[in-house]
Structure formats: C-alpha cells, structure tokens
C-alpha cells in the first residue's frame, strides 16, 4: 500500500522585483510631469517629483489592507499586512515623497518612523518631514519621531493642532522639548483641522504622502484633495478590526491606474475623479 503524507499548500515563489522594475512602475503611475529626469538608479533623487510648482502639492495616499478591508486588528493594533516587496514600495514612495502625514490615532497606537530606510536607499540626503494631525496635542512626548530627530535620523516633526484653548499651552512646550515643532492650522466645518489650508503650508513642499489611519483615509478621500491611491492589498483576512474607511465616510468614485503583483500582495493603483450626480 503507498501512503503519502498529505500535501503541503505550498506558496508560490514571489517574484523578486529588481530595482529598475520597481521605478519603471513608479514611472507608470505618476503623472509624466513628475519625472522631468528618469530616475536612473535605485537612490533616485526626490527629482523623481520634482516638477514645475503646481498649485497644490500632488498628494499620494497609501495603506495596505487585508482581503477584508482592515488595516489594523482589534482596537487598533497594529499588524505588518504588506510582504518585503510591497514595503519596499512604501520605502521608495516615502523616498520620493517632500512630506508624509499620519494622524494621531496611528501616532498612538503605531508610534511610527515614517522615514524611507531600506538598506538600498541609504543614505538619503533628506527624508520626508514627517507631519501630525493632531487637534489637541495628543501625541506622545516619547514618539520615535522625536528620538529619530535626536539621532539625525528625520526631520523635526511638525504636530499640527488647532489653535487655542484646545491646545493647552503645556503640551505645546511639552512636545516641543521632547523634539517637535507645534504649529497651528484652522479647522474646518466640522471642527477637523482643515486639508485644505494644510496643502498651503510650505513645509509640505510639493508632494505630500498621506499613510492614515482610517480617519485620515476618509477625509482625505473624501476631500477631493488626493492626485493618487496606491493600496496594497494582503492575502490574509483580520475579522474583527478597524476597517480601511470609517463608518459614514463618503469615498470617490475611483479609476484603475495600474495593478502589480509585489510578492505575495497586489498593488491597486487608481485615481479619484469626481462624482457625476
Ligand atoms: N495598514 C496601514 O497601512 C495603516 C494602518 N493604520 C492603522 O490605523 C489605525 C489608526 O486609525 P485612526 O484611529 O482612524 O486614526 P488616524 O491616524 O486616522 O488619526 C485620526 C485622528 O487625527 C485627528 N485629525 C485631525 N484632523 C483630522 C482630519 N482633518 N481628518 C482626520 N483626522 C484628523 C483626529 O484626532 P483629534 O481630533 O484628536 O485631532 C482624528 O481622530 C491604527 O490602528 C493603525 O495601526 C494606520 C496607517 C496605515
Ligand atoms: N505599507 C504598510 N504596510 C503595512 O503592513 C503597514 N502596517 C503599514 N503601516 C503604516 O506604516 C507605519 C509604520 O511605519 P514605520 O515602519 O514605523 O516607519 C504605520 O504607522 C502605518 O502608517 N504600512
């Protein structure tokens, strides 16, 4: 009698990306205007988005979800989703990138770096200035992005808050001992502080990488502010967990830009376009 053990699902080998595939993607989804001298090598410069001065920075916004639509476990923990090649994505977006934001809530439960630092890449001459949304000075004063600042690392964060009672004057001196520039920034109609009046401020510079949480997520789409969404999307499902839009967000209509298999994961590319009512 032949017994053979039950097979093993086996994983299908991942594709390893070279570096020139993965700028020759990046080419593909930016607008052309972008790339006024085709990066060449894997340390391309931030020329890679350095273009005429637009009116607005371009705002790339990017997460990485599961099959079911979650970017983090129960309340809020945080889990890697994307495989080394899909992060490595994230790293050269970040590279490219004058500023990158998250809000608080991802400050809190994540405390992340924010900073592009695949081996590859390094040494930047200059990593995105790291920029917080957070009304009412919610950040911790023990963030890695201020201990980062400390060691040279990343920039000097900029924690944006509304001005105020709100921002108690303690925090701000607070946070700005610990290694964090605190700046003021209006709010809009619902009290949030105000996109719009963000993509102003010159310390974004002209291309701006939103990462999250959910909250951002949705206001940013929501918005009509983003130029492009790069999601990268996990072969595993979270269950219970905080799901990619908050509850009552109203998204845009989308377009497909691209599609690539990195590893393991899929990377969807699309542009926002405006709803026709
Ligand atoms: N998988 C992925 O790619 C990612 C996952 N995450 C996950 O997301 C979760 C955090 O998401 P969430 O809790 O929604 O927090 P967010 O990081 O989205 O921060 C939301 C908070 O930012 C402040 N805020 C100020 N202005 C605005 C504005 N205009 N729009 C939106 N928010 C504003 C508000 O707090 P206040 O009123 O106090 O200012 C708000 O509650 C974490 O679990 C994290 O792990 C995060 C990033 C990426
Ligand atoms: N691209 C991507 N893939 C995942 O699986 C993630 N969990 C995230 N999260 C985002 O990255 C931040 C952490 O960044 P550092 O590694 O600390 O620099 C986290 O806060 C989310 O914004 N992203």
Known sequence: ????APATPQLLPTELLSSEELTGFLESVFPRSFFPHPPTSPK??????????????FVTLTYAQSLDGKIAGPGGKQIRLSGDE???????????????????GTMISDDPQLNARLPVLLPLPSQPQPIILDTNLRTPTS???MKNYHMR??????ILCEGGEKASAERKEALEASGATVKELEVDEQGRLSLESLLKQEYVG???????GASVISTFLASGLVDLVVMTIAPVLIGDGV???SKGAIPPE????????????????????????
């Open 44 to 57: 391309s410069p931030k020329a890679l988005l350095t273009a005429p001065p637009r009116k607005r920075p």
């Open 206 to 212: 002209q291309s701006l990488m939103v990462e999250g």
């Open 254 to 277: 989308l377009r497909l830009v691209a599609r690539k298999t990195f590893g393991h994961d899929i990377v969807i590319v699309c542009r926002p376009v405006q709803r026709v009512v």
């Open 153 to 158: 690392i990343t920039p000097r964060p900029i």
């Open 86 to 104: 899909s992060m490595r994505l994230t790293h050269r977006l970040r590279e490219i990138h004058d500023s990158i934001l998250v809000g608080v």
């Open 243 to 245: 799901s990619m839009l």
């Open 1 to 4: 009698m032949c017994s053979s």
């Open 143 to 145: 963030a890695r992005l």
